[in-house]
Structures are given as structure tokens and as C-alpha cells.
């Protein structure tokens, strides 16, 4: 009798899946829609961020698709050296508030908005839209906001996450344990890749030279941590040099003067196209306290070239082919460099180990992913089966390595930010600061 009860349990369990599946796999994905589905990206600009960057690189693919139309609604106006984009994607500027977003949503028919930005006020009015649905694009960093002690302010971001039927989530460990603590539903899905990796051949790493990427004057971003770095690395490699490729550097320029470095570190300003500094790098240095997604290592990686990560040990790229240190002195940061760059051995394994990890991060599976993302929500999936529809695109975070890592971040802020010294783990874990 027993025997019979559990056939028909598991009878019961088997239908249950393959009808999810069914539901999630067929009637979601495969069906293409009748009609043209119109779908906008909402960012800044279509220059020098990173956020900018994976519009176009995703658009440029996305466009090739039959059945979406495609526009950019951006805030800022056309712009100088911007990236490149399809001629047959649609522009929209909303420069000086002339135009307001919402009348472009609604004069555009737009089906669903892909939103990168933590307007609260705005969020909570597009929560309310009828027609059009809002994929909220998270390029943030949770340890961000703690670094600029922003609490309440993203305390309520996160509130109106939970009212947010679609958000995806760039950092693991925010989207396999943060936000699913704080009920928010969340999909991660791998930022796509500048290069193809195939198309790239990678630096020989026989160069004494250090590359550095990012935003000089965002004091987030820690350059000075590499510009000190070179006080020591040069006592041991004379010959070694440091690119800096950034804009609004003059904060940068004046510490590298002040500590007599002009002849080893040279900021070379803005470059749309860094590839040429890539080819002739050994070591790059990744400084920031806090970031996100950083398309630079997935970019160095692919030019096999060895990172070194100060204390961010949470991104989706932040293993293989990189070494991190939980240090804010660069000393330590200057003795981790010249390890690397005084062993070719050693320096070869890294840069092989971080270019083959680049082979899974694939932009024709990411394409395909962003495309049963939008198919999905655009015929109305629910939050319990957006939150599924990736459970199995990366591997998640073990349980028991998330009290490990937020213990290393928070070890990091307590050295750099005295009012942090009495935090918990807790505080971390339920944004509890005051």
C-alpha cells in the first residue's frame, strides 16, 4: 500500500516538473511573438562607462533579431567618440528634460524598458506602467553604497526592489543569497564580452608593463594604491612601467608628480580602444574597494594577461588567472607585482589560467539568454519563474563560502573607514547600519 502511495507522489512530482518545464522552456521561449516586440535601453550615454559599453555591445547583437525592434533612450545628447551602434537602432535624448521618459515609452509603444539607474521615485512610477514592462539592469554593487555610506538611501532602493517583478543581478553573491534574503527576485546573467576570444591573440607577457584601467577621479577606484605601488616595484624592476589609461585624471597627475614617478607611470587619458596597451601588458592592477561587474578583467583575461584584485573576491570574474590580496597598502600590493613580474613562469601560468577561464563567458549564449529574458517577460512570466528561469546559467555561490566572503569585505572596510570598526557580519547581511 505504502509502495502505491509513493508511485503516485512521484507520479504527481514528475507531471509538476514537466509541466514547469513545459511552461518555462515552450510556451515562453520558443514561440516567437505575432508581432514586433519594442524594447528600449535606458542609460546615461553611449560613451566611456561600463554600463554605456554593454548597451552597445548587447544592442549590436540583439538588433540581428527578426521579431524586436530596438531603441536607446538616453539622457545626454549624441555625443563625440561614442560607441558604436546600429544604424538600425532607434535614438532618443531626453537632453535637458525636454522630453520626458515617460511620453517616450508611450509615444514609442514601448513593451518593455531595460532601466539602469536607482531613481527611486522614478522606479515606483514605472512600477505602475499597464502596457509596459521594466527589466531593472543592476550595474551597482551592494558594498558600493557602504564604502560611500549611502544606507538609507539604498535601503529604500532595495525596498522598491521587492516590488520589482524583473531585476538582474551582476554580483553571485548578491543574487544567490543578498537579495533572495531581503525577498527580492533576481536573475544573474554574465555581462558580454568586449572581444572574441577567438579573434584575439593574446600578449606574450615579456613587457616589464602594468596596465591600469578606469575613472581617475572616483576615489572608489584606489589609483593611488597602484600609483604608490611603483615606489617599490621600480627599487626591484627598473625598467617596469605603468600605463594608466583614465580621464579626469588631474588628481592622478598631481600624486604621480609629487612622488617623483612621471618617468615610470604615464596616464594616457580616455581610449575607446585600449587594445593596443593591451598586447604589450604583463600585469594588470584592479585597485577598486567595491565594484561590480568590471568589463576590464574579462578584457585583460582574454589578452592572458595576470590580475591582481585588491580584496574583491565576490565578482563573477575575480577567479582564475588573478591574485587577490586583502591589503590596503601598497607595499603589500608592490611585492605581489613584482612576484609576477620577476617569475615568466609564474606570470605564464596566471595568464593562461585567466584567458581559458574567459572561454565559458560565450556572447552567443548570453545573446540567447537575453533573448529568452525578453520573450519571457514580454508574454508576462511571473517573479517565481524569472527568478527560476537562471537558476542554472552559473554556478551558484556554496552557502558555506557567502560568511567568508562578507567577513573579507568586511575586514576591509574596517581598515579604511573608522566608523565601520563596530560593525557585525549582521549589519552586512541585513544592511542594518546606522
Same mark, same amino acid.
Given at each position: 500500500?505504502?509502495?502505491?502511495?509513493?508511485?503516485?507522489?512521484?507520479?504527481?512530482?514528475?507531471?509538476i516538473?514537466?509541466?514547469?518545464?513545459?511552461?518555462?522552456?515552450?510556451?515562453?521561449?520558443?514561440k516567437?511573438?505575432?508581432?514586433?516586440?519594442?524594447?528600449?535601453?535606458?542609460?546615461?550615454?553611449?560613451?566611456?562607462?561600463?554600463?554605456?559599453?554593454?548597451?552597445?555591445?548587447?544592442?549590436?547583437?540583439?538588433v540581428k533579431?527578426e521579431?524586436?525592434?530596438?531603441?536607446?533612450?538616453?539622457?545626454?545628447?549624441?555625443?563625440?567618440?561614442?560607441?558604436?551602434?546600429?544604424?538600425?537602432?532607434?535614438?532618443?535624448?531626453?537632453?535637458?528634460?525636454?522630453?520626458?521618459?515617460?511620453?517616450?515609452?508611450?509615444?514609442?509603444?514601448?513593451?518593455?524598458?531595460?532601466?539602469?539607474?536607482?531613481?527611486?521615485?522614478?522606479?515606483?512610477?514605472?512600477?505602475? *506602467?499597464k502596457?509596459?514592462?521594466?527589466?531593472?539592469?543592476?550595474?551597482?554593487?551592494?558594498?558600493?553604497?557602504?564604502?560611500?555610506?549611502?544606507?538609507?538611501?539604498?535601503?529604500?532602493?532595495?525596498?522598491?526592489?521587492?516590488?520589482?517583478?524583473?531585476?538582474?543581478?551582476?554580483?553571485?553573491?548578491?543574487?544567490?543569497?543578498?537579495?533572495?534574503?531581503?525577498?527580492i527576485?533576481?536573475?544573474?546573467?554574465?555581462?558580454?564580452?568586449?572581444?572574441?576570444?577567438?579573434?584575439?591573440?593574446?600578449?606574450?607577457?615579456?613587457?616589464?608593463?602594468?596596465?591600469?584601467?578606469?575613472?581617475?577621479?572616483?576615489?572608489?577606484?584606489?589609483?593611488?594604491?597602484?600609483? *604608490?605601488?611603483?615606489?617599490?616595484?621600480?627599487?626591484?624592476?627598473?625598467?617596469?612601467?605603468?600605463n594608466?589609461?583614465?580621464?579626469?585624471?588631474k588628481?592622478?597627475?598631481?600624486?604621480?608628480?609629487?612622488? %617623483?614617478?612621471?618617468?615610470?607611470?604615464?596616464?594616457?587619458?580616455y581610449?575607446?580602444?585600449?587594445?593596443?596597451?593591451?598586447?604589450?601588458?604583463?600585469?594588470?592592477?584592479?585597485?577598486?574597494?567595491?565594484?561590480?561587474?568590471?568589463?576590464?578583467?574579462?578584457?585583460?583575461?582574454i589578452?592572458?594577461?595576470?590580475?591582481?584584485?585588491?580584496?574583491?573576491?565576490?565578482?563573477?570574474?575575480?577567479?582564475?588567472?588573478?591574485?587577490?590580496?586583502?591589503?590596503?597598502?601598497?607595499?603589500? *600590493?608592490?611585492?605581489?607585482?613584482i612576484?609576477?613580474?620577476?617569475d615568466?613562469?609564474?606570470?605564464?601560468k596566471?595568464?593562461?589560467?585567466?584567458?581559458?577561464?574567459?572561454?565559458?563567458?560565450?556572447?552567443?549564449?548570453?545573446?540567447?539568454?537575453?533573448?529568452?529574458? *525578453?520573450?519571457?517577460?514580454? %508574454?508576462?512570466?511571473?517573479?517565481?519563474?524569472?527568478?527560476?528561469?537562471?537558476?542554472?546559467?552559473?554556478?551558484?555561490?556554496?552557502?558555506?563560502k557567502?560568511?567568508?566572503i562578507?567577513?573579507?569585505?568586511?575586514?576591509?572596510?574596517?581598515?579604511?573607514?573608522?566608523?565601520?570598526?563596530?560593525?557585525?557580519?549582521?549589519?552586512?547581511?541585513?544592511?542594518?547600519?546606522?
Amino acid at each position: 500500500m505504502n509502495s502505491y502511495k509513493y508511485r503516485i507522489i512521484l507520479f504527481i512530482l514528475i507531471i509538476i516538473i514537466i509541466y514547469n518545464f513545459n511552461y518555462i522552456s515552450h510556451s515562453t521561449f520558443f514561440k516567437h511573438p505575432n508581432n514586433n516586440i519594442r524594447v528600449a535601453f535606458y542609460c546615461r550615454s553611449l560613451k566611456n562607462g561600463g554600463i554605456e559599453r554593454v548597451a552597445s555591445i548587447l544592442l549590436n547583437y540583439l538588433v540581428k533579431e527578426e521579431y524586436f525592434i530596438f531603441y536607446v533612450i538616453t539622457y545626454k545628447p549624441i555625443l563625440k567618440d561614442e560607441y558604436a551602434l546600429s544604424n538600425k537602432i532607434k535614438r532618443i535624448s531626453l537632453y535637458n528634460h525636454k522630453i520626458s521618459l515617460f511620453k517616450e515609452i508611450k509615444k514609442n509603444e514601448i513593451d518593455i524598458l531595460i532601466y539602469n539607474f536607482y531613481e527611486i521615485k522614478e522606479i515606483q512610477k514605472l512600477n505602475k *506602467l499597464k502596457k509596459t514592462k521594466v527589466i531593472y539592469y543592476n550595474h551597482s554593487s551592494y558594498f558600493l553604497w557602504i564604502f560611500y555610506h549611502i544606507y538609507n538611501f539604498k535601503k529604500s532602493v532595495y525596498q522598491v526592489y521587492k516590488k520589482c517583478k524583473y531585476v538582474i543581478s551582476l554580483i553571485p553573491i548578491e543574487n544567490d543569497y543578498l537579495f533572495k534574503l531581503w525577498g527580492i527576485n533576481s536573475v544573474f546573467i554574465n555581462n558580454p564580452t568586449t572581444f572574441d576570444y577567438d579573434s584575439i591573440i593574446p600578449s606574450d607577457l615579456s613587457m616589464k608593463n602594468i596596465i591600469m584601467i578606469g575613472r581617475g577621479n572616483d576615489r572608489s577606484k584606489r589609483f593611488e594604491l597602484g600609483i *604608490l605601488s611603483m615606489k617599490y616595484i621600480i627599487k626591484e624592476i627598473p625598467d617596469c612601467k605603468m600605463n594608466i589609461i583614465s580621464e579626469r585624471y588631474k588628481n592622478l597627475k598631481d600624486l604621480i608628480e609629487i612622488s %617623483k614617478l612621471n618617468e615610470y607611470v604615464i596616464i594616457t587619458g580616455y581610449k575607446k580602444n585600449p587594445e593596443p596597451f593591451y598586447k604589450n601588458a604583463s600585469l594588470h592592477i584592479f585597485s577598486p574597494v567595491c565594484d561590480t561587474y568590471p568589463m576590464v578583467i574579462g578584457e585583460t583575461k582574454i589578452y592572458g594577461i595576470p590580475t591582481i584584485l585588491c580584496g574583491i573576491d565576490y565578482l563573477a570574474l575575480s577567479n582564475e588567472g588573478t591574485v587577490i590580496i586583502y591589503d590596503n597598502e601598497p607595499t603589500t *600590493l608592490a611585492k605581489e607585482a613584482i612576484k609576477i613580474l620577476n617569475d615568466i613562469e609564474y606570470r605564464k601560468k596566471l595568464g593562461k589560467a585567466a584567458r581559458q577561464s574567459m572561454k565559458k563567458i560565450d556572447n552567443k549564449i548570453i545573446v540567447n539568454n537575453w533573448i529568452k529574458l *525578453l520573450l519571457s517577460v514580454y %508574454k508576462g512570466i511571473d517573479s517565481f519563474n524569472f527568478t527560476r528561469l537562471f537558476d542554472n546559467s552559473h554556478k551558484r555561490i556554496n552557502e558555506n563560502k557567502v560568511d567568508v566572503i562578507l567577513n573579507n569585505q568586511l575586514k576591509i572596510f574596517k581598515k579604511l573607514d573608522p566608523h565601520l570598526r563596530e560593525a557585525t557580519l549582521d549589519d552586512i547581511k541585513y544592511y542594518s547600519f546606522s
